[in-house]
């Protein structure tokens, strides 16, 4: 990242009116993975935000900075559901109208959620399959009706939203900090953190994290160039994304040392280890960070690298869940012991 940027995003998360609705979320040392691994482990627990999702931040940082005239016109977004519940929550609290456009195989649980933070200020349209099919659906309204866009990641607030997360770890972590592991979907987090942690830290990796069936930024950042996927899995419904934002893209080539992917059974894995160290069910792209994580350090043991006494920390992004899938991951999480 050239300097002038760094130093741009660099104030506008310092500036970043986060915490009217955002928390302060706690820095938790995961005993058992710390154990397990010989390592530090400490886990970012955004799990714990009002609405169960770091997405709040961003959300509510860009609704905040828009003029009276644009909030009075109404907001609109795309979104697989923790950014729709972010959108949802601000629009009630700034007394704006948001029309939220949802993926049709979004969780009863999300859908159900944005409907209870918005009350009267919100309206749902189901459309498509894919964030993306909903994405080029709000895009239509919103130039029918004039509506400012809150992007989930692909925005400069919402981005710089989403850094205060990095502000915070530093200002957190009470030994010297190795990697930051950071699950990836349109890539607003990692851009967010990373822009933040360079500018600071610079020798603290920042590891993104994404399923193998939604590796639209690893195979960008391998290419160069931003990929549009074919089609992507929804397993990880919050970071199911075919193509990463333009802006997230530009910075990630910049501040991402490296892109980890993990499947199925990996992330069900980290979903019941999270759970024994904060007694918390994390929603798939909320395990993701714990999952590379975990990949990383068994990469490092396998190469007989060093890892003891290493510090190092995973963002747990979400946990809305849908309670009817924990069967599946119960069973899932076994097969990759």
Not at 24 to 42: D, K
Not at 105 to 131: F, N
Not at 157 to 185: K, N, S, W, Y
Not at 314 to 335: H, P, Q, S, W, Y
Request: net charge positive; charged share 20%.
């Amino acid at each position: 990242m050239k300097a002038s940027d760094g130093q741009d995003y660099l104030a506008k998360i310092l500036d970043a009116r986060v915490y009217d609705l955002a928390t302060v979320t706690p820095l938790q040392r995961a005993a058992t993975l710390s154990q397990r691994f010989g390592s530090h482990i400490y886990l970012k627990r955004e799990d714990m935000q009002p609405i169960f999702s770091f997405k709040l931040r961003g959300a509510y940082n860009k609704m905040a900075g828009l003029s009276r005239a644009e909030r009075d016109r109404g907001v609109i977004c795309a979104s697989a559901g923790n950014h729709a519940q972010g959108v949802a929550l601000s629009a009630a609290r700034l007394g704006c109208k948001a029309l939220i456009v949802m993926p049709t195989t979004t969780p009863q649980i999300k859908v159900e959620a944005v409907r209870a933070l918005g009350h009267s200020c919100v309206d749902i349209i189901l459309h498509g399959h894919t964030y993306s099919e909903a994405s080029d659906h709000a895009a239509a309204l919103a130039a029918q009706g004039q509506l400012s866009v809150v992007h989930p990641f692909d925005d400069p607030d919402v981005i710089a939203g989403q850094g205060t997360i990095g502000m915070e770890i530093l200002r957190q972590c009470p030994r010297p900090l190795h990697a930051i592991f950071v699950a990836v979907g349109g890539g607003g987090l990692i851009a967010g953190i990373g822009a933040y942690v360079k500018q600071v830290r610079p020798g603290i990796r920042i590891i993104g994290v994404q399923a193998v069936d939604s590796d639209a930024m690893k195979r960008s950042l391998d290419c160069g160039r931003r990929v549009v996927l074919r089609k992507v899995g929804l397993f990880s419904d919050g970071t199911a994304v075919r193509r990463v934002g333009r802006e997230t893209f530009r910075i990630a080539r910049q501040v991402v040392d490296e892109i980890l992917l993990v499947d199925a059974d990996a992330i069900c894995a980290a979903i019941e280890d999270s759970f024994y160290d904060t007694r918390t069910v994390l929603e798939p792209a909320g395990a993701l960070a714990v999952a590379g994580a975990q990949a990383y350090l068994r990469r490092a043991r396998g190469l007989g690298l060093l890892m003891h006494e290493k510090t190092i920390v995973a963002v747990t992004g979400g946990a809305n869940i849908d309670f009817k899938r924990l069967g599946l991951i119960v069973e899932r999480a076994g097969m990759a012991r």
